[in-house]
């Protein structure tokens, strides 16, 4: 492995140079130019990617607005053939597409599973000709409940090469969960799996399986993967090996058809915290050239068989839940091997071990290692020492995401890739959002790190920080707002009647403006810090601030594992602020802890954030995607009833909710008197 001597922006702006005649003396400045001039600006990401279309774009923007706003009308497109092209160069270079492991394969010792590009080409010409003759049609919407694994990719390019719409869920989602999305989405098919391994148990899921097959009647055909090889059928399912085995003069003619720009590519879903999740449908052309964006300007991601990003290898842990499943496929799309497993990162519950992911990066040479900011927080908290857990000397980036990574945990991996042999590690912490399958914020190789700050806003992204008069400010926490549209913003909601919902997510603050729901400051310099959801926020004593900054202070104690903290504010009333956390085995709250947790909000925040109370709890209730129930909990606080707030069937630990509604509970009734 060479390690990347130019960063890729360099290359883009070396050619913006030497193609168009366009230089610029800061990236402030091109960044300014990237949201002024759209239309220079995405015409020059399809050129200097080369995308292709047999038919030519009659305008890059057609119609400049939000939502509604269309992108390179008259083009076609298809993800799957952008992926294609890398196949006979990436193979002929000796790179694999994927590199795999699950749990039982890492832990046994066995050698990575690897998926060469013709082979990936295969598979997925089998399986497209074979749901040709099931009857799927373009349009046609397509659900699978499959992990983190090959057939998982394999799966989704079959499926929209032949312009089908794509739909996945993790199975660690419980029936309902998995009910209230592909109900609403109607699919035709169900490609699935028989069960998961995580966290050193295999759980079967045969009967989730059943239950989905009788809840979805438009589903008209069924194929299984046998993940756990517990079963070798099941009664009216095609076998998914079988759907995948055949090699003929059709597989090998295969090609993706071509679709129109706005083709809808896959429907991915909101955290469903409350009511239905939004069924968000995004197109194949916008999100294949924001992905080619993000992945390559931005994270610097190179092609694998490229001499100046000569075998790269992408890696960025996630579920099938998680739009970070998509953001790791996208790899692909550059010609870039992709590193993917499916596990438990920190090991299991009886036998926590935080090392497991680094070894599995230690092996399979990933030279840009993503995961959620908790896994790097969680690594710290147990004290792993990156050393004992393989060669890593290949890692040059590091990717976060999620939740606003701490500066206490960016320290900590600075300092141990620092004693692996890797002085200043580059990290790209990045900030966006399933909404629209992106970022808006994130890293660029040339500028200088700040630990706890995200260095810039990306190319192409209108994004500036709103106070209450809805004016841009610097240096002020405000909210997240993009006045441009972006390529791979949503199409629509499925079955959004007049597009209520959309308009409603978010437009309803800011016609027209994008309202992204997060608190950000832009510094000076132009770095950027998220401090977590606005519509979480604590505003005490006439000061705002993200709940993220008090994380930071109370969770920076050896003593915490987890914390959160609502503020419920009352009119006519003081506002009453709990914090909830979990403390380590054999740490108590007692007044000595409650002291020490106070006096790290007033020295890290103000005296003005110390909680009304703190009360210790067993479990922080979270998403499946492992965010905090912040709003869910402030509103049951409020008085709303448990199932209006909270879809169980969404969480990772629904039953720490019980707690929750007991102390509400004796907390409105003192309330009351």
Known sequence: MTVPYIPQIALYRNWLRDSRSLEFDSYDALWRWSVTDLDAFWQSVWDYFELQSPTPHSAVLADRRMPGARWFPGAQFNYAQQVFRHVDPAHAAGFPALISHNEKSLAGGEPARELSWPELRRQVASLALHLQAQGVLPGDRVAAYLPNI??????????????????????????????????????????????????????????????????????????????????????????????????????????PMWLPFDHPLWIVYSSGTTGLPKPIVHGHGGTVIVALALKTLHNDIGCSYAANSWGERFHWYSSTGWVMWNAQMSGLLNGTTCCIYDGNPGGSKEQPDWTTLWRFGAQVGATFFGAGAAFFANCMKAGIDLSSCGDLTQVRALGTTGSPLSEESQRWGTAQFEKVGTPDIWWCNISGGTDFAGAFIGGNRELPQVPGEMQCRLLGCAVEAWNEAGQPVIGEVGELVCSQPIPSMPLYFWGDTGNARYLSSYFDM????????????????????????????????????????????????????????????????????????????????????????????????????????????????????????????????????????????????????????????????????
């Not at 739909?167 to 419980?174: L, V």
């Not at 517990?230 to 995948?244: K, P």
């Not at 085995?585 to 909680?611: E, H, Q």
């Open 150 to 255: 090959p057939e998982a990719m394999v799966a989704f390019l079959a499926v929209v090469s032949i312009g089908g719409v794509w739909s996945i869920c993790a199975p660690d989602m419980g029936t309902n969960a998995v009910l209230d999305r592909f109900k609403q989405i109607e699919p035709k098919v169900l490609i699935a799996c028989d069960g998961v391994s995580y966290g050193g148990r295999d759980v079967d899921r045969t009967a989730v399986l059943a239950e989905l097959r009788a809840a979805l009647p438009s589903v008209q055909h069924v194929i299984l993967h046998n993940n756990l090889n517990a079963s070798n059928s099941i009664a009216g399912c095609a076998l998914f090996e079988r759907a995948t085995a055949r090699n003929d003069a059709q597989t090998q003619a295969f090609e």
């Open 510 to 673: 800011y016609p027209n403006v994008w309202r992204h729901g997060d608190w950000l400051k832009i510094t000076p310099a132009g770095g950027c810090i998220i401090y977590g959801r606005s519509d979480a926020t604590i505003n005490r004593h006439g000061l705002r601030m993200g709940t993220s900054e008090l994380y930071s202070a109370v969770e920076a104690l050896p003593e915490v594992i987890d914390s959160l903290v609502v503020d419920l504010e009352y009119l006519g009333k003081d506002s009453y602020m709990p914090l909830f956390v979990v403390l380590r085995d054999g740490v108590t709250l007692d007044d000595a802890m409650t002291v020490k947790l106070n006096n790290a909000i007033k020295t890290a925040l103000s005296p003005r954030f110390v909680p009304n109370a703190i009360f210790q709890v067993a479990d922080i209730p979270r998403t499946l995607s492992g965010k905090k129930q912040e709003l869910p909990i402030k509103k049951l606080l409020l008085g709303q009833p448990l199932e209006k707030v909270v879809n169980r069937d969404a969480m990772a630990n629904p039953a720490c909710l019980a707690w929750y509604v007991q102390f509400s509970e004796n907390y409105l009734n003192k309330r009351a008197l």
